[in-house]
Nanobody, 124 residues
Framework: QVQLVESGGGLAQAGGSLRLSCLAS????????MGWFRQAPWKERVFVAA????????AYADSVKGRFTISRDNAKNTVYLQMNSLKPEDTAVYYC?????????????????WGQGTQVTVSS
């Protein structure tokens, strides 16, 4: 079993920054792909970013490329999402997720474990 706990969400102004963290427990964290997804009110959950187990490869949604950075610290069982140049359309609940497979994917159904989410609100 895996437990994922997100933190770091909150209110930011447009153009500002936030850093989300996701602490994992229950499995060998460093062996698995980690991803971030977000879900805005009345919309489906969508891919934001993902990172391989070693941190050597990353993938991003087009909407956040150049603004968001995913990283991980396997010694701390933590994955991060640094969000810069925030826009009001980034407002959503952000979820971290763990994928037991070995190939980066943006498909939510491929991720087996999910956190409870953290709210990010960006004001204009």
């Amino acid at each position: 079993q895996v437990q994922l706990v997100e933190s770091g969400g909150g209110l930011a102004q447009a153009g500002g920054s936030l850093r989300l963290s996701c602490l994992a427990s229950g499995r060998t964290f460093g062996s698995y792909i980690m991803g971030w997804f977000r879900q805005a009110p009345w919309k489906e959950r969508v891919f934001v970013a993902a990172i391989t187990s070693s941190g050597g490869r990353t993938a991003y949604a087009d909407s956040v490329k150049g603004r968001f950075t995913i990283s991980r610290d396997n010694a701390k069982n933590t994955v991060y999402l640094q969000m810069n140049s925030l826009k009001p359309e980034d407002t959503a609940v952000y979820y971290c997720a763990l994928d037991l497979h070995v190939i980066l994917t943006s498909t939510p159904s491929r991720y087996e474990y999910w956190g409870q989410g953290t709210q990010v609100t960006v004001s204009s």
